[in-house]
């Protein structure tokens, strides 16, 4: 079994200040996780992934994740917020094993702000 | 490629008629998912095939709920008959299976079907 918790459905942030969106999550199997940003009328995209190789993972437009075994979590960050990252942000867990649910389990989303 | 590609991209349609939702998957992938988001209930997955086979449809609410994959570049969601309590987006996503070291490739997301239903 698997799920995903992301702390905050909505966190605001000015323009230029630190983004930390939370996600913990809880698997049987080791996971893989991923991170996905929605814009407004649009699908999910992938901004990116953890697959075991590095615990920090760094992807899209700036963003990176670091995966805590110990606290099994895989926040997403950036150092700098631009207005262009005002979204949804998607946190996702699949299995890892043959055995295991071929499907993602998708937190419940957090709609990021960016106030000027 | 041109990514998964759903159609249409907007529907309105009244209580009681038939809707059917098209996807094409990205060419080489082996799994596809249809997902619906409510503001209520966020993404949920309804159904996935591989290789064009259901696998899991636990998800599917009722049985006015149908999908089928009748080749490997094709998939419909079909609701017979609406009700206004369907109305959401339809997402469709389609990925590659297992990677050689195991464990999930990402999942590639059409730009969804918004459905209203009145």
């Known amino acids: 079994a698997q799920s995903v918790t992301q702390l905050g459905s909505h966190v605001s942030v000015s323009e230029g200040a630190l983004v930390l969106l939370r996600c913990n999550y809880s698997?049987?199997?080791?996971?893989?996780l991923f991170w996905y940003v929605q814009y407004p009328n649009q699908g999910l995209q992938l901004l990116l992934k953890y697959t075991s190789a590095a615990t920090l993972v760094k992807g899209i437009n700036g963003f990176e994740a670091e995966f805590k075994k110990s606290e099994t979590s895989f926040h997403l960050t950036k150092p700098s917020a631009h207005m262009s990252d005002a979204a949804e942000y998607f946190c996702?867990?699949?299995?890892?094993?043959?055995?295991?649910?071929?499907?993602?389990?998708f937190g419940s989303g957090t709609q990021l702000t960016v106030l000027p | 490629d041109a990514g998964v590609i759903q159609s249409p991209r907007h529907e309105v349609t009244e209580m009681g008629q038939e809707v059917t939702l098209r996807c094409k998957p990205i060419?080489?992938?082996?799994?596809l998912f249809w997902y619906r988001q409510t503001m209520m209930r966020g993404l949920e997955l309804l159904i996935y095939?591989?290789?064009?086979?259901?696998?899991?449809d636990s998800g599917m609410p009722e049985d006015r709920f149908s999908a089928k994959m009748p080749n490997a570049s094709f998939s419909t969601l079909k609701i017979q008959p609406s009700e206004p309590r369907d109305s959401a987006v339809y997402f469709c996503?389609?990925?590659?299976?297992?990677?050689?070291?195991?464990?999930?490739?990402?999942?590639?997301f059409g730009q969804g079907t918004r459905l209203t239903v009145v």
């Open positions: 095939f591989n290789n064009n086979v259901p696998i899991d």
């Open positions: 698997s049987s199997v080791p996971p893989y």
């Open positions: 996503a389609s990925r590659r299976g297992l990677s050689l070291g195991g464990g999930n490739t990402e999942a590639f």
């Open positions: 060419s080489g992938h082996d799994y």
């Open positions: 996702a867990v699949g299995g890892s094993s043959s055995g295991s649910a071929r499907q993602l389990t």
